[in-house]
Every structure is written in C-alpha cells, then in structure tokens.
Nanobody, 118 residues
Framework: QVQLVESGGGLVQAGGSLRLSCAAS????????MGWYRQAPGRQRELVAT???????NYADSVKGRFTISRDNVKNTIYLQMNSLKPEDTAVYYC????????????WGQGTQVTVSS
C-alpha cells in the first residue's frame, strides 16, 4: 500500500499563487509517475500535470506556462507551483501515483481544495 498526503490548498484571489505538496509513503515502487489531477463541481476529473521518476513532465494545455510540477525523489514528494491562478482553476486537486509497468500500482490521495476568487 502507498499513502499519499496532499497539502497546500486554500483560497486565493485571481492572479495569485499557491503551492501544493504531495508526500508518498509506504511500499513505493521506484519506477513511477506522480501527478496532479483536479475535479471541479459537475465536471470529470482531469489531468493537470504529471512527472516521472526520471523528471519527464506533462501538462494540460490549460495550465502550461502557469503551473510547474517538480519532485524530490529522496523525500518521495511532488510539488505543484500554481501561478497566475484563474477562477476556472477552482477544484479539488488530487495527487496520484501509478506505474506503466505495474498495473496494480495505482494510488490516489484524498484531495485538497483550491478556490480562486474573482
């Protein structure tokens, strides 16, 4: 089992910044991808950004140039620096870890609320 604990959500005005963190613990498989997904009310959960253990990143078009994902493999922690936030970024942000070579290795965090006021 792997536990993912998110932190850093909150309320911010449009144009502001927030930094999310997600710490993994437990039986971590070293070849993994970690990422952030979000779900707004009435909408499906969507990809925000992912990062592999080798540092390869992937971003949704809607956040490119505004959000930056990074990871510390020693601490088994990923971060999401969110700048120039918009009201449409309001959602519950979930941390996920998975592996392309182990189909059973899929874990989600509990989520953290991000609210951007206009």
């Amino acid at each position: 089992q792997v536990q993912l604990v998110e932190s850093g959500g909150g309320l911010v005005q449009a144009g502001g910044s927030l930094r999310l963190s997600c710490a993994a613990s437990g039986s971590i498989f070293s070849i993994n991808i970690m990422g952030w997904y979000r779900q707004a009310p009435g909408r499906q959960r969507e990809l925000v950004a992912t990062i592999s253990n080798g540092g390869i990143t992937n971003y949704a078009d809607s956040v490119k140039g505004r959000f930056t994902i990074s990871r510390d493999n020693v601490k088994n922690t990923i971060y999401l620096q969110m700048n120039s936030l918009k009201p449409e970024d309001t959602a519950v942000y979930y941390c996920k870890t998975f592996s392309r070579i182990r189909v059973d290795y899929v874990y989600w965090g509990q989520g953290t609320q991000v609210t951007v006021s206009s």
